[in-house]
């Protein structure tokens, strides 16, 4: 299995997880497998062997520290996205808490 694989194995048990104990349903966004809150608003996604949040503070300062998280360019044309991460599978043991928190800041009525 390659590690890829096993980052898409992990991004599904979370997933699974989630939509078991919210109303998380699974998704597509930008072709990439993502989870969405209630609302239908994407709060997390995988993409090449890592997984994304859409995160506020003080999650997305703690994950930014991570070392080889950055902010998500979906482009790859120099245009992160602001509040969301990407993280790499060497951080795979934080993902379930990350989407956790991702979930509960986009579940959150403005």
Known sequence: MSADTDARAIYDAIAAELAATSPTT???MFSM????????KAFAGFRRG???FKLTTPQHATALALPGVRLF?????G??????VEVPAEHAS???ELAQAAYRYMDTPP
């Open 79 to 84: 245009r992160p996205w602001k509040e969301w």
């Open 50 to 52: 890592a997984m994304v």
């Open 94 to 96: 934080q993902w379930l």
């Open 73 to 77: 360019d979906p482009s790859e044309q």
């Open 33 to 40: 497998p993502c989870l969405k809150n209630s609302n239908g």
């Open 26 to 28: 699974r998704s597509k």
